[in-house]
Nanobody
Framework: QVQLVESGGGLVQPGGSLRLSCAAS????????IGWFRQVPGKEREGVSC????????YYRDSVKGRFTISRDNAKNTVYLQMNNLKPEDTAVYYC?????????????????WGQGTQVTVSS
């Protein structure tokens, strides 16, 4: 059974940090580009970052550039999203996903597998 499982969310104060993990089971994550998305109630899911299957290419939405870092450990079948200097506007449910292709971008309408999401709340 193919699964993506996110973890690492929580409540953090503005300026704080979190590291999200996306662990894969049932398939070899290292073959595929992985995207991180986020969604707040009433808004569309938006792409946050993407990493190619090799890790050689990474992409970020403008609002998180310089604060978020995506990485992967294919030996552990896991992708990470390090989030620093968090802001209240980063509050959302974060999802990882793949189109089952090797290159970015990962486009939401074409996603083959979604994780269940992990809540990130940035508040004082």
């Amino acid at each position: 059974q193919v699964q993506l499982v996110e973890s690492g969310g929580g409540l953090v104060q503005p300026g704080g940090s979190l590291r999200l993990s996306c662990a894969a089971s049932g398939f070899t994550l290292g073959y595929y580009a992985i995207g991180w998305f986020r969604q707040v109630p009433g808004k569309e899911r938006e792409g946050v970052s993407c990493i190619s299957s090799s890790g050689g290419s990474t992409y970020y939405r403008d609002s998180v550039k310089g604060r978020f870092t995506i990485s992967r450990d294919n030996a552990k079948n896991t992708v990470y999203l390090q989030m620093n200097n968090l802001k209240p506007e980063d509050t959302a449910v974060y999802y990882c996903a793949t189109e089952s292709l090797s290159n970015c971008p990962v486009l939401a309408p074409k996603v083959a597998y979604w994780g269940q999401g992990t809540q990130v709340t940035v508040s004082s």
